[in-house]
């Protein structure tokens, strides 16, 4: 077991010792016994005392982690997309704010066009929407990889006086369902799910 899988069952363990009885309306999802099942990342995934799986795979790696830190937060809040919130917003984000920057929106800078034309299959896999022709940038995408967190993908054509950019903006409490580091991942991993639909 590497350590990934560790932090995986640590943070099981503490999920089932004190079950919310209303977990699977907190996640939102649905519960089979000790089994609960959501979308993350657009895809199915369970939830049971022994593991995470996504499809029918185990989640092993840092995605595991992030589903079972979603279901620690769990909470009754609804998620309140607006106003959103840069990353650099959050509190503790400094450490962060490179690698969010890095591995969440330059890594998608040369497929701007691609995300363009397949902005409709994105969205849905996402459980997402375009955003609206008043957004900024020359586009945007509203997509929500975790139930209860939101992010908005603005991007911006590269023109003659300006290179091309991508801002990921997240939700206003995402901050409620998970820690800062997390959210940090959640981007990174939303964007590489972008570019794996792609």
Known sequence: MDNYE????????????NLPENLERLLPGQRQTDKFRLKALGQSCQIRPDGVCIGEEPATGGVGILITLYALHAGEDPCMPTPFKAFREFP?????????????????????????QHAGRIARQLRGSRGSDNDAGDFSLILYPLPKIALTYVFY???????????????????????TDALADTGEYTSKKILEIL
């Open 157 to 179: 054509r590269a023109d003659e006086d300006f290179p091309a950019s991508v801002t990921c903006l997240f939700s206003n409490n995402a901050a409620a369902f998970l820690p």
């Open 6 to 17: 560790k932090i995986i069952h640590a943070n099981l363990d503490r999920l089932y010792k």
């Open 92 to 116: 503790n984000s400094q450490p962060y704010v490179g690698a969010f920057a890095s591995h969440t929106e330059q890594v998608l800078l040369g497929r701007i066009d691609g995300i363009e």
